[in-house]
C-alpha cells in the first residue's frame, strides 16, 4: 500500500488526479476512450464482418485495419497506465479492474490468433472462412464489451478492502 501511495504521490499523479487543466485528467480519459475506440470499435467491425453480417464485402482487405487496432492498443496501453497510476491505491484494490485487465488481454490475444488463423488461411483467399472464425469473431465481441464495461464500471464500483490484505484506512 505504501508503494502505491508513493506513486500517487508523485508530481505528474497529483497533476493528472488533481489539475483542472484539460490537459490532465480529461485528455488522458479523452486519449483512452479514442485508443479504445480505434482497438475495440475496429475490431468490432472486423468481428461482425466476419460473422456475416455484410455478405458482400470481402473479409481479407479487413486485414489493413490492423495497423489501426496496433495503434489504439498502444495509446490505451500509455494511457491507461498513466489513469492507473494517478490513482494507484483505489483501482488496483478493485476487482472490476482485475476482470477489465483480462478481457483486454484475451481481446489482444484474439487479434493475434485472428491474423494468424483467418487472415493467414489459404482458405480466405478463396473467399471461405476458415472453421473456427466465426467462434473466434464471437470471442472477440465479447472480449471488447467486457472490456468496455468493466472499464465503466470501475467509475462506480469502489475498491474492496481486504483485497490482496489492503485495508480502506
Not at 483542472?20 to 476512450?33: Q, R, V, Y
Not at 478481457?103 to 491474423?115: C, E, N, P, Q
Not at 472477440?140 to 467509475?155: E, K, M, N, V, Y
Amino acid at each position: 500500500m505504501n508503494f502505491l501511495l508513493w506513486l500517487e504521490s508523485l508530481k505528474f499523479c497529483v497533476w493528472v488526479r488533481e489539475s483542472d487543466s484539460i490537459w490532465a485528467f480529461p485528455m488522458f480519459l479523452f486519449m483512452h476512450t479514442l485508443g479504445m475506440s480505434m482497438i475495440a470499435g475496429v475490431s468490432g467491425v472486423v468481428d461482425i464482418a466476419i460473422l456475416g453480417f455484410w455478405p458482400r464485402i470481402p473479409i481479407k482487405p479487413l486485414e489493413r485495419l490492423y495497423p489501426l487496432m496496433w495503434t489504439g492498443f498502444w495509446i490505451n496501453a500509455v494511457t491507461g497506465t498513466v489513469l492507473m497510476v494517478a490513482d494507484a491505491s483505489t483501482k488496483l484494490r478493485n476487482p472490476v479492474f482485475y476482470i477489465k485487465m483480462c478481457f483486454v488481454f484475451a481481446g489482444v490475444a484474439l487479434l493475434v490468433i485472428m491474423r494468424k488463423r483467418i487472415f493467414g488461411s489459404p482458405e480466405l483467399g478463396q473467399g471461405l472462412l476458415p472453421s473456427n472464425a466465426k467462434r473466434l469473431a464471437w470471442l472477440s465481441l465479447i472480449c471488447w464489451l467486457g472490456a468496455i464495461t468493466a472499464g465503466r464500471l470501475l467509475a462506480y464500483l469502489g475498491p474492496v478492502s481486504g483485497l490482496t490484505g489492503i485495508s480502506n484506512h
